[in-house]
Nanobody, 124 residues
Framework: QLQLVESGGGSVEAGGSLTLSCTAS????????LGWFLQAPGLKRENVAC???????SYVGSAKGRFTISRDNVKNTLYLQMNNLQYEDSALYSC??????????????????WGRGTQVTVSS
């Protein structure tokens, strides 16, 4: 059974940086498409970034140019480097995964495995 555990969240001032980690157990990371999502209180969950088994990445909205998704298949860990954080980035960030071979597709994460999330709070 695949389990995902996020870490690295915290409080940071606007303009600061954080790196989130998502460690997987119970499955080999190299066979998984991986993604990061955020959800602010009272709002719908939003896509942030995803990465396929082929290393291809996809970013959504304001994540483009500020966030970098990466994976370390040896450490079985997914990362999200977040730079120039803004107040609007404050949310619960969760990682998700599904078995794949190639690029990531947002619609397929819904049926995948999810972590519980790590909170990011940006003060203005």
């Amino acid at each position: 059974q695949l389990q995902l555990v996020e870490s690295g969240g915290g409080s940071v001032e606007a303009g600061g940086s954080l790196t989130l980690s998502c460690t997987a157990s119970g499955s080999t990371l190299s066979r998984l498409c991986l993604g990061w999502f955020l959800q602010a209180p009272g709002l719908k969950r939003e896509n942030v970034a995803c990465i396929g088994t082929n290393g291809a990445t996809s970013y959504v909205g304001s994540a483009k140019g500020r966030f970098t998704i990466s994976r370390d298949n040896v450490k079985n860990t997914l990362y999200l480097q977040m730079n120039n954080l803004q107040y609007e980035d404050s949310a619960l960030y969760s990682c998700a995964a599904y078995q794949c071979d190639g690029g990531c597709y947002w619609w397929r994460f819904a049926a995948g495995s999810w972590g519980r999330g790590t909170q990011v709070t940006v003060s203005s």
